[in-house]
C-alpha cells in the first residue's frame, strides 16, 4: 500500500486538480491501493470544503485547527500513514500546490522497490528542469544544495530541501521509535532538511530522481519566508557538522 502525504495551507486552487491528477496517474500506472492523506494545517480558506468535495473511500482529511507549520503538518500524515495504516509500504509527501507533478510517483515508488530506502524528486539530477522560478531564487536554492554538500554531504543526495520525496515506511518507523516527537523538530520549510539528516544517522539508502518543478502551476505566492528558512537550515547544517559546538544534542 502507498501513502501520500498533502500537507495543505490555504491550497483551495490547486488541491481539487492535484488530487484528481493523483487519482488518475494511480489508476493507470500504480497496481498498489493508493491512499491520499491531506492535512489541512489551519487554512483560512476552503481548502477543507475542496476536499471534503472529492471524499471517497482513499482520501482522508486531517486537520489542524490552527496553523502550526510544514514540519508539524508531515508529521501528522507520517504518524496517521504508518501507524494507523500497518499496511502502508511506502510513504510519499508532495507539497499541495500543484508544482510536483504525480507522473514521478511509478518511478519513485519502483526505486523503493529496487531498494532505495529514501528517494528524492531532485532538481539537481541530469534530465531536471525549473519552470517559473526566478533566476535569483534559483541561484539561491542551488548555493545553499552546494553548502550542505560540503558541510553535511548525505551519500547519494544532492537536493536536501526538496518535499517530494517517497520514504520506505519501516524506515519511518524506525525513525520514530527512535526520536520520537523529535525525529522532526523544524516546524517551518527547513523540516526536509532536519528529516534527510537524521534518516542518514540511519544509513537509509537514498536516490534521487530528476524532476520538472512547474512552479508555473503554483496560484498565489509562495508561503515559504525565504530569510527564515535560510537561517533554519543553517542552523541545522552548523549542528550536525559540529555537534560539539551546539547546545543541542
Not at 123 to 128: E, H, L
Not at 177 to 203: A, R
Request: contains cysteine; charged residues 25%.
Amino acid at each position: 500500500m502507498i501513502a501520500i502525504v498533502l500537507p495543505a495551507y490555504n491550497e483551495e486552487e490547486s488541491i481539487s486538480l492535484l488530487i484528481e491528477h493523483i487519482r488518475k496517474i494511480a489508476k493507470k500506472h500504480l497496481p498498489e491501493r493508493v491512499a491520499i492523506i491531506v492535512v489541512d494545517d489551519g487554512s483560512a480558506d476552503n481548502t477543507i470544503g475542496c476536499v471534503q468535495g472529492l471524499a471517497d473511500s482513499d482520501l482522508v482529511l486531517l486537520r489542524h485547527p490552527k496553523n502550526k507549520g510544514l514540519g508539524e503538518a508531515i508529521k501528522t500524515g507520517m504518524l496517521h500513514a504508518i501507524y494507523q495504516s500497518p499496511d502502508v509500504d511506502v510513504v510519499v509527501t508532495m507539497d499541495s500546490d500543484n508544482t510536483h507533478t504525480p507522473g514521478l510517483l511509478k518511478r519513485m515508488i519502483m526505486a523503493v522497490e529496487e531498494g532505495s530506502d529514501v528517494v528524492i524528486a531532485s532538481r539537481y539530477q541530469p534530465g531536471s528542469r525549473v519552470v517559473g522560478v526566478s533566476r535569483y531564487r534559483q541561484l539561491l536554492s542551488l548555493g545553499m544544495s552546494w553548502m550542505f554538500r560540503l558541510m553535511v554531504p548525505v551519500p547519494g543526495v544532492k537536493d536536501y530541501s526538496c518535499g517530494y520525496r517517497a520514504y520506505r515506511a519501516e524506515l519511518l518507523r524506525s525513525a520514530f521509535q527512535k526520536w520520537d516527537d523529535q525525529f522532526i523538530s523544524q516546524s517551518g520549510f527547513s523540516c526536509m532538511v532536519d528529516i534527510l539528516l537524521k534518516l542518514n544517522h540511519l544509513n537509509a539508502i537514498m536516490t534521487e530522481v530528476p524532476m520538472i518543478l512547474r512552479y508555473d502551476y503554483k496560484k498565489g505566492k509562495s508561503k515559504m519566508n525565504v530569510r527564515k528558512t535560510i537561517l533554519d537550515t543553517l542552523v541545522l547544517a552548523w549542528r550536525e557538522r559540529f555537534p560539539r559546538f551546539s547546545q543541542k544534542n
